[in-house]
């Protein structure tokens, strides 16, 4: 977007926009998020950054009317495969909390100088201090939303100290960590010390199949799902957790709500990251679906599910095992074998709501895969090799990857084809255009909603591509509509298709 199409956005008071840039006001000093209800500032007064991190360091402070903290964040890192997008996905996972600039660095392959320079340049602001904006917007979220102790908020936000909480706060926002506690809207009850309960801030039209979806692949244990809900349990870096997430469509607002059953707060910050990934909370449904509905085969499928999402993983280790293992069968038989597989995995310390293990680790899929694994002895002496490989640290991949440098990693692997590569770039890049064309429920999918298009020998004429090359680059999202129907279409017809996103 040029100055004046975000001009035009501000003028509009526009909530699609809101965490996608920053609107700084030189008159006043302060920054806003695009849909402030103050009124719009003249354009010769205005400075748009990319990050409230950029906003800070040129001397801007948060407004208390509008809390530009208190929105989803951008759809850019995922869209963006370039260093700032990869940097971006690792500083929301926390890497800087735990590694500092020289790990983030050294997962990038950069040195610490050279990633300063390109932020610097591409977002306006270094590392630490977009890991610092980073922290203050989920110290913030705690104060309004919990009745945690100030000292526990100020060390799992990632401050080093109670001192540097406060003076980190004071500068952003203006006021002090009470102050800012103060203007809670609804104030907290105290609860337990292990529990937390906290919004989760998304941008409408908002679709909940995605809770269906993970539901269907929930391995009993680890996970539970309704079409309404989702918990589990998973590994962070400091220990064992525990959440679940709650939609309520009725209520105003549509909330979605995140309970913490149990995590070491040194963790929370990944946490909240990989939730909001898994949900695909960041995302632009408008201009999603704005793009998908120009192709006519999709149309129909979009207008009944407005907002749909593209599930992301709290674990990608996890995730490229579980696509192994449910290449080339149905969910259900899927479902099945990780069930077996899921014996290996050790109990969790942090048990409730059914949910007493966590999925294996790499090491131990390794030890005991031949005794639990089922199906053809490639595949097991595959996913055995690939968790072998993760253990050993051979094999090294996550959120900071970019598509090619994703395939360099796995390809090589036995039992990895295109398929797997591209499954889990899109759920743990959260690559937005990514198209499985030889997805056998892709091509289900493609015979439900448009009977006459099957292959590219099939297109009559001008037709649309088979690829779906017109709505790039969100094909992702196409091949979500194509997975929901065919598995539509499966339930009418009471078949499975072949294989469906795992």
């Not at 699609?16 to 402030?36: E, K, M, N």
């Not at 964040?73 to 600039?101: C, E, F, H, S, Y």
């Not at 609804?186 to 937390?196: R, V």
Request: overall charge positive; charged content about 20%.
């Amino acid at each position: 977007m040029d100055f004046w199409q975000r001009y035009r956005a501000i003028d509009a008071r526009d909530t699609r926009f809101d965490g996608q840039f920053y609107t700084a006001v030189r008159t006043t000093g302060i920054y806003c998020r695009p849909s402030c209800p103050a009124r719009t500032p003249k354009a010769a007064n205005v400075t748009f950054y990319e990050t409230s991190a950029a906003a800070h360091d040129a001397g801007y402070r948060a407004c208390k009317r509008c809390l530009p903290e208190a929105v989803p964040g951008t759809p850019a890192w995922n869209i963006r495969q370039d260093l700032a997008g990869r940097a971006m996905r690792l500083i929301n996972d926390g890497v800087i909390n735990r590694d500092g600039v020289e790990g983030l660095a050294a997962r990038l392959g950069y040195s610490s100088r050279q990633l300063n320079r390109i932020l610097s340049h591409e977002l306006g602001a270094g590392p630490l201090s977009l890991a610092r904006a980073s922290r203050a917007q989920t110290a913030r979220t705690l104060l309004v939303s919990t009745a945690m102790k100030l000292a526990d908020i100020a060390f799992a936000s990632g401050f080093s100290s109670v001192r540097q909480f406060n003076d980190t706060m004071v500068e952003v926002f203006a006021m002090t960590p009470s102050a800012l506690r103060a203007t809670a809207r609804h104030h907290p009850a105290p609860s337990a010390a292990t529990s937390l309960t906290l919004s989760l801030p998304y941008r409408e039209p908002f679709d909940p199949g995605i809770f269906s979806f993970l539901a269907v692949r929930a391995i009993p244990g680890i996970e539970a799902g309704t079409p309404a809900s989702y918990a589990r349990t998973l590994r962070l870096p400091h220990g064992d957790a525990r959440f679940s997430v709650n939609y309520d469509d009725g209520a105003p607002g549509r909330p979605l709500t995140l309970t913490i059953g149990a995590v070491d707060l040194r963790d929370l910050p990944a946490l909240l990251s990989r939730v909001r990934r898994l949900f695909d909370l960041d995302a632009d449904p408008v201009a999603i679906d704005s793009a998908l509905v120009e192709d006519p085969r999709l149309a129909a499928s979009v207008a009944a599910a407005p907002g749909i999402r593209m599930p992301g993983a709290v674990d990608p280790q996890e995730l490229l095992i579980r696509a192994m293992v449910g290449q080339q069968i149905t969910v259900a038989a899927a479902r099945t074998a990780l069930t077996q597989l899921a014996a290996a995995g050790s109990a969790s310390l942090v048990p409730g709501e059914g949910l007493d293990r966590l999925f294996p680790a790499a090491a131990e899929i390794a030890d005991a895969g031949y005794s639990l694994l089922r199906g053809p002895q490639r595949r097991i002496d595959a996913i055995r090799s690939a968790a072998s490989a993760i253990a050993g640290g051979e094999l090294d991949f996550g959120y900071g990857d970019d598509l090619p440098g994703l395939g360099a990693k796995l390809l090589p692997l036995p039992g990895v084809g295109p398929w797997t590569v591209g499954y889990v770039a899109m759920r743990v890049l959260g690559a937005p255009d990514v198209f499985l064309a030889n997805d056998a429920a892709v091509r289900n999918g493609i015979r439900a909603i448009a009977p006459g298009l099957t292959s590219p020998d099939e297109t009559p004429g001008p037709a649309p591509s088979a690829e779906f090359r017109e709505v790039s680059p969100w094909r992702s999202y196409a091949t979500m509509h194509l997975w929901r129907a065919a598995a539509k279409s499966s339930v009418r017809t009471q078949k499975v298709p072949e294989k469906a996103m795992r």
